[in-house]
């Protein structure tokens, strides 16, 4: 089961959401007017999520300010929360929704769950049908095509890229890419000596976590030896959030991976990387 010691006992009126993806989708559902409160990284929907009161960050939230909010749902993921702060809510007996999302498909079935949970089951399904119609979508239009071999970081003063077993690894892999790094674990530390080894077709600097800039561009090209074209800066929340905009971020990993084939975009109407 999803859910952290017990299930709400009716559809939930009060709810916090502990992750930026999930107050997104919570909003997609249609249950926006029942979210009370989520974290100061949920920055959408923009226009809307800054009247919605804020509980600190994803990985320290502010358990004193959550309880205050007297939720009867607090929707977690594993990736991004801490085991220990969502057992203190659970036994403050606070039902605990806890998605952990890992490739695509799964990521379908956390919307189902989100839906179903919020009471929203039309929806939830619906979102389902959306991302497995998008992922299905984006691995036709690589089919047959080569893979371009990229390695994707997330963070910087100490590198680190992406590996296999994560979301992020599924939606490159769903959108006709090849992570060079699939097989060095979920996080590894990297070196510029260990990057320049793999000899990445692109390296993806992710605009998130860590807010990579035009100027590590240059930085990285400098440290590892690769040539400056091959260092692309990406749209991190289409290529790591799981829900609603999950569909937009297969269509745009498929973009790239034509992009750097030099082919022509399959979703010509859909974002295109920097």
Not at 2 to 19: H, K, N, Q
Not at 213 to 235: C, F, M, S, W
Request: hydrophobic letters at 45%; one cysteine or more.
């Amino acid at each position: 089961m999803p859910f952290l010691d017990a299930s709400p006992s009716a559809p939930p009126r009060r709810i916090v959401s502990l992750c930026p993806s999930v107050t997104e989708t919570v909003h997609w559902l249609g249950a926006w007017d029942r979210l009370v409160g989520r974290t100061r990284y949920c920055v959408h929907p923009k226009g809307l999520v800054q009247a919605v009161p804020h509980v600190a960050g994803t990985k320290r939230p502010d358990l004193p300010a959550l309880f205050a909010l007297k939720p009867d749902l607090v929707v977690a993921v594993k990736e991004e929360n801490r085991k220990e702060d969502l057992e203190h809510i659970a036994s403050a007996k606070i039902p605990v929704l806890l998605l952990d999302p890992n490739d695509v498909a799964e990521a379908a079935d956390a919307a189902r769950e989100l839906g179903d949970a919020l009471d929203c089951p039309i929806e939830g399904e619906l979102l389902r049908r959306r991302i497995l119609g998008a992922a299905k979508q984006a691995r036709l239009a690589a089919e047959g095509a080569p893979r371009p071999r990229v390695a994707y970081l997330i963070w910087w003063d100490a590198p680190m890229g992406v590996g296999g077993g994560t979301f992020i690894h599924s939606m490159l892999e769903a959108g006709g890419l090849h992570n060079v790094l699939g097989d060095q674990g979920r996080y590894p530390a990297l070196t510029p000596e260990s990057l320049a080894a793999l000899d990445p077709e692109a390296v993806l600097l992710s605009s998130e976590p860590y807010p990579f800039k035009p100027r590590h561009r240059d930085e990285l090209a400098a440290a590892t030896g690769l040539p400056v074209d091959r260092v692309h800066l990406v749209d991190g929340e289409l290529l790591s959030w799981h829900g609603a905009r999950t569909p937009r971020g297969l269509r745009y990993a498929a973009n790239l991976s034509a992009q750097l084939r030099g082919a022509e975009l399959p979703f010509p109407d859909a974002d295109l990387p920097a």
